[in-house]
């Protein structure tokens, strides 16, 4: 089928290129005239303007909008609502808020044109691997864009079926899900966001501990110089800690031990601070997720005036000083 995409970085322009290798048509427009001449030239139609976009897209349009969550979002929506019609559909597949997404689609309800969230996981592996999408909308509209998802998604691949879905008809084992209204994607993406930053967090801290195993704090005979980089890569063999997550790791590990090209500044994207605000309106207990996204908020401050506070303290009641820092 056909497809317009706005936003063209590096999902947006891998998304592309994954729906023109299984036969779809894909009108392209963003900013940046000289990534829509990149695409142009792979064979997807170029766009010059938001209108020339909307004009060369067949009714009903489907178009696709792949920007950052937050304002380039609102206005990208309300830009392509100005110009689309009756049975339309705007797919947002960022990292948008999910309460954004609610109140965008009744807005384009209003005018007849129907809102689909889409969230998108996949990063820039996923032309090869494909994209798992978690999506919300009504059923009919989801329905008329399965060959799209189909296609994004990776599909059974090489991963082995869950015992007793052989004869399933639901789609999750493909990589793509439709989980509900509107706001359902994105609210599960924020979700599998916040689970993400705990994974992150939990092998972040046992190979700082594996790392830090041979200081001189410790015994002689308790010391031990680990490989970290080789520890990553055994556990990726068959050890219950195994994910994709860890493979990445094994990768940066292998390529720099030390990690002397990073600075350790940790940005959050808000899918972890939106997870922590649903889990306090349902008081559902988050320890984990919570504790890493401070962990985050922590990586970007050398000291705290808390921490500082917390050393005065020490000092006035119990002559404690400083230890001098190393490096």
């Known amino acids: 089928m056909q497809v317009g995409m706005i936003g063209l970085g590096r999902m947006g322009a891998n998304m592309v290129r994954r729906l023109m290798r299984g036969g779809h048509q894909c009108v392209v427009y963003t900013r940046n005239p000289d990534n829509v001449r990149l695409l142009a030239g792979e064979g997807a139609v170029g766009a010059t303007s938001l209108d020339d976009f909307v004009n060369k897209l067949s009714k009903p349009r489907a178009a696709w909008a792949m920007v950052p969550a937050g304002d380039p979002t609102e206005q990208t929506v309300l830009a392509l ?28 309800k209003e005018k007849g044109i129907h809102y689909v969230d889409v969230g998108t996981s996949g990063g820039v592996w996923g032309l090869e691997r494909g994209y798992c999408l978690m999506i919300g909308g009504e059923s009919d ?5 399965t060959p799209v998802f189909k296609t994004l998604a990776p599909g059974l691949g090489g991963i082995s079926r869950t015992t007793g879905r052989e004869n399933t008809d639901c789609t999750a084992e493909y990589g793509y899900l439709h989980c509900g209204p509107n706001g ?3 609210f599960v993406k924020m979700i599998h966001n916040g ?4 994974l992150m967090q939990a092998y972040a801290e046992g190979f700082d501990i594996l790392r830090n195993a041979n200081t001189n704090d410790l015994p002689e005979d308790h010391r031990y110089d680990f490989k970290v980089a080789d520890i990553a890569e055994v556990w990726r063999r068959g050890s219950v800690v ?3 997550i860890l493979d990445l790791t094994a990768m940066a590990l292998f390529e720099n031990p030390t990690l002397s090209n990073y600075s350790g500044y940790v940005q959050d994207s808000g899918e972890g601070r939106w997870t922590i605000m649903a889990a306090i309106e349902e008081a559902v207990p988050v320890d984990v997720l919570s504790a890493s996204l401070f962990s985050r908020f922590r990586s970007r401050q050398r000291n705290t005036y808390a ?4 050393s005065a303290m020490r000092q006035k009641f119990g002559g404690h000083t400083e230890r001098k820092q190393e490096g």
């Open 81 to 108: 609502a100005e110009r689309m019609e009756t049975g339309d559909i705007i797919i947002d597949g960022g990292n948008s808020y999910y309460k954004d997404g609610v109140r965008r689609a009744k807005t384009l």
């Open 242 to 244: 195994g994910s994709w």
């Open 184 to 186: 359902a994607g994105h």
């Open 307 to 310: 921490e500082k506070l917390l």
């Open 195 to 198: 689970i993400e930053y705990g």
């Open 141 to 145: 509209v989801v329905k008329h864009l």
